[in-house]
């Protein structure tokens, strides 16, 4: 990603400044704005991102002084970009045995080994090359890289903390600084620099958005980890950048969704402020145009926020706790839905006296689940015909029981089930035949549900 902007300019990696800017004014008079303006504005990019900092992607070095060297060079540079690690890898150790001085065969060697799987070489070349020069942090950085990927935690984390201490800023540095910081358990400092990297990022560009991206999960992923208090100001962080660089949710939905399905994750609850920052930021995604499947993890995300909310609250009695989920989380299968309502309305019924004033608390301040109860919770008020309410629902909650598993109502009030099915609740003993004590309805005697219809042509169909 690195050296596509000297690729735009025609120009090797680690070109010098001076060289830059020469193939900047070749290429602008050959591609004038008039005649490709496209390609006008990739030089012109390419130009000014390594005007920034010409050593942003990488050390520059002197040109070799032997011409067999800079042909060999020109050779590591073509092994390099067609992808021939083998090739890579030979052609530097065989530039750097025949010209040891020059630092530039042993830099490029250290990166070859490693493409090519000699992960021990390339710790013993890195080595060198900061021998060579302690005070230079593209070589710390080779070496950080090299020490992490042959396994040396504790030796990686001290040569990326160098390298980070003398300067070394790049994007992907710091993403692979901050995952060491995750398996090494320095969440802190993950943390840190991840937002020091956010925080420097003046200039967002198609490139460096999904690295961004990037840097918001493991700052996610790092504050979990280390049980910090940074999740406000990292949801804070999000959605401001977000509203800066709204095209971010039209390109990276699927992204943005991942890491607010993370927070969830991580999570069991939120305080005020993080909860008023989590809201903000689903409620601006929600109003960008997504996928079907994108908005779907959306209104997940809002409901899970909803339900936190519900289950922490002390005053909500576990049934309204447990009726939340089963009124505001999408249900596909309908028969499942309507058994877990039927299920919750029957303890409702049986808790009456305990749920009403509830119900004002659900009313007022969780306006979206009320919604879902507001039809029953207005029957409950006005206490008419309830008995007739509850053998209806009990009609279809012992007909559904047979089908459907998980219900509370005859796990929590046994004697219900008693009397609706004429069974005993299985309690370990050896069971009991039930005996009725009532006379048995006839089928034209009156429903006893109060309807004044016979029984036949009423509950007894």
């Not at 999408?330 to 808790?351: F, H, S, V, W």
């Not at 509370?408 to 008693?418: L, M, R, S, T, V």
Request: charged residues 35%; contains cysteine; glycine residues 6%.
């Amino acid at each position: 990603m690195k050296d596509q902007y000297y690729r735009e300019l025609e120009l090797e990696p680690g070109a010098s400044p001076k060289d830059i800017k020469r193939a900047y004014f070749k290429l602008v008079r050959k591609f004038t704005p008039e005649k490709d303006p496209e390609k006008f504005r990739r030089i012109r990019e390419a130009y000014e991102k390594l005007q920034e900092n010409p050593e942003e992607t990488g050390p520059s070095f002197p040109e070799p002084a032997e011409p067999f060297a800079k042909r060999m060079l020109a050779k590591i540079f073509q092994y390099q970009k067609s992808g021939d690690e083998i090739l890579y890898r030979d052609a530097c150790e065989e530039a750097y045995r025949l010209f040891p001085n020059e630092t530039v065969f042993l830099y490029q060697m250290v990166q070859a080994q490693r493409k090519a799987g000699n992960t021990g070489k390339a710790v013993k070349s890195a080595e060198l090359l900061v021998k060579k020069d302690p005070e230079n942090k593209w070589f710390w950085r080779e070496l950080a890289v090299s020490y992490s990927e042959r396994g040396f935690t504790r030796k990686a984390y001290d040569a990326f903390d160098r390298a980070y201490n003398l300067g070394c800023r790049d994007t992907d540095f710091i993403l692979m600084y901050s995952m060491l910081c995750n398996d090494y358990g320095q969440y802190e400092t993950g943390i840190r620099i991840l937002l020091e990297m956010i925080d420097g990022c003046q200039k967002v560009t198609g490139e460096n958005q999904q690295e961004i991206l990037e840097a918001f999960i493991g700052l996610v992923t790092l504050n979990s980890r280390g049980k910090g208090n940074h999740l406000a100001e990292i949801l804070d962080k999000m959605a401001a950048f977000l509203r800066q660089h709204p095209s971010m949710m039209k390109d990276f939905p699927r992204e943005i969704a991942t890491c607010l399905m993370m927070v969830l994750h991580f999570n069991d609850s939120f305080r005020a402020e993080e909860k008023e920052k989590l809201n903000e930021l689903v409620s601006m995604f929600s109003n960008a145009k997504v996928p079907s499947d994108v908005k779907e993890v959306l209104d997940y995300c809002r409901v899970e926020i909803l339900l936190q909310q519900i289950k922490k609250d002390e005053r909500i009695s576990h049934t309204l706790q447990v009726g939340a989920e089963v009124f505001l989380t999408p249900n596909k299968d309908a028969k499942l839905r309507k058994y877990g309502m039927t299920d919750i309305q029957l303890c409702m019924l049986k808790e009456r006296e305990e749920i009403l004033p509830q119900l004002d608390i659900i009313e007022n301040e969780y306006q979206e689940y009320y919604a879902g109860i507001k039809e029953f919770a207005q029957k409950l008020r006005k206490n008419d015909n309830l008995e007739y309410i509850k053998s209806r629902l009990l009609k279809d909650y012992v007909r559904m029981s047979e089908e459907c598993d998980g219900g509370f109502y005859f796990e929590k009030y046994p004697e219900e089930k008693i009397a609706s099915t004429g069974r005993l609740v299985y309690d370990g003993s050896n069971e009991v035949p039930y005996v009725r004590g009532n006379k048995k309805i006839g089928r034209n005697d009156p429903c006893p549900c109060g309807s004044g219809k016979k029984y036949k042509q009423c509950c007894g169909r």
